[in-house]
């Protein structure tokens, strides 16, 4: 079979008109292509359980897929019971937090005043009241945490629906994209499914642990310094965490806004110093042990993917793209003429660079995962 072989400036044109045509596709399904992408990153999370059902428990497929949902929903549930109890107790402290960050730009108003001879009246009134307006608003402050989570009722239903149909229809779907290619190469195809689908799975399931241990680490660090709300902040900051960078920042921003009206300045310094040790530790220790450096994006288009996720998603976008482009990471590595854009998506590799391991017991050893 001959190919046509275009000039590069025909072809450039067509893979940059391919780019603007997926984008506004991307952008004009938003609707349904969010929660479908959602509901597919949970059930390579939940395959091997529906898988256990089937093969060890002898479940029939929809009973098995039935039974994840309802795990999926109980823990789902548990979540929003978590994050609304815990926003019903912040929202009643909300007049307190208002007198304490009065009090609080009060006394540095007139420490400012004091030391500088500085005229800020007029200033930190503003400021006091764009802080009472923020936190007299608890109802934007409720939306905009369920925000992070989902874009509403609608979400949630096309989410269900959608997990339900991958699961209980993902041999249809993995002979429909190995029978897509020619004859020939379906025993490559099938192996490249099959080694994505796994990667792709260890990649969701190192993620949620890593969702764990930095919201661990987090609870420890607030709990120690007498943070309030320490539980609330130390979840929020390992879910913001997936958002490479700009989440761990936006996190500190938050419990450094809580810990200066509820505890002192001087805590916030401390705060930070903590969350900057959490942030070197997930990202030499967690993220190469439990997610794995094969799907590791470099900051550039861990960056750039953050901006055009918000842009076409929201808030949903922002969460999803860092998934998105290591899903892409894998598929191009496993395709011969996609891998320079597989390599452009990673981090730059040393040759011959050996993996790091840590010795902890005679019984156990942490080894660098791929």
């Not at 256990?52 to 994840?68: D, G, H, N, Q, V």
């Not at 994505?196 to 661990?216: A, D, E, H």
Request: hydrophobic share 50%; charged share 15%.
């Amino acid at each position: 079979m001959n190919f046509l072989r275009l000039p590069f400036l025909p072809k450039l044109t067509m893979v940059v008109i391919s780019i603007i045509g997926l984008g506004y596709l991307l952008a004009l399904g938003q609707t349904i292509l969010a929660p479908f992408f959602f509901a597919f990153l949970m059930a390579m999370l939940f395959l091997p359980v529906a898988t256990f059902m089937e093969r060890k428990l002898r479940f029939p497929r929809s009973i098995s897929t039935m039974t994840s949902v309802f795990i999926m929903l109980v823990i789902l549930s548990g979540l929003i019971y978590f994050f609304s109890s815990q926003l019903s107790d912040f929202s009643k402290d909300l007049p307190h937090l208002r007198e304490q960050l009065t009090t609080v730009f009060n006394n540095l108003q007139h420490w400012v005043s004091k030391t500088f001879n500085v005229k800020v009246n007029e200033q930190v009134d503003y400021i006091n009241q764009a802080l009472n307006k923020l936190l007299s608003s608890s109802g934007a402050i409720l939306g905009f945490t369920f925000g992070i989570f989902s874009t509403g009722f609608g979400f949630i239903i096309f989410f269900t629906l959608f997990f339900i149909f991958i699961l209980n229809y993902r041999r249809l779907l993995n002979n429909f994209i190995v029978t897509v290619f020619n004859e020939r190469h379906k025993s490559s195809v099938q192996a490249a499914v099959t080694e994505i689908r796994i990667m792709t799975k260890k990649y969701i399931f190192g993620l949620c642990l890593q969702v764990l241990i930095v919201s661990i680490l987090t609870s420890i660090l607030l709990t120690v310094l007498g943070v309030k709300y320490a539980i609330l902040l130390a979840v929020l900051t390992g879910l913001l965490n997936v958002i490479p960078y700009l989440g761990i920042f936006i996190s500190l921003v938050i419990s450094c806004f809580i810990a200066f009206a509820t505890a002192s300045p001087s805590t916030c310094i401390y705060l930070t110093v903590g969350y900057i040790a959490i942030h070197a530790v997930d990202g030499n220790i967690v993220l190469p042990f439990v997610v794995g450096s094969k799907v590791k994006i470099n900051a550039l288009f861990s960056f750039i993917g953050i901006l055009l996720g918000e842009h076409l998603w929201g808030i949903a976008g922002m969460f999803l793209c860092i998934p998105a482009i290591a899903i892409i990471k894998i598929i191009c590595e496993k395709v011969d003429d996609l891998k320079p854009w597989g390599k452009l998506l990673g981090e730059d590799e040393k040759p011959n660079k050996k993996k790091k391991t840590y010795k902890i017991s005679k019984n156990i050893t942490l080894k660098e995962m791929d």
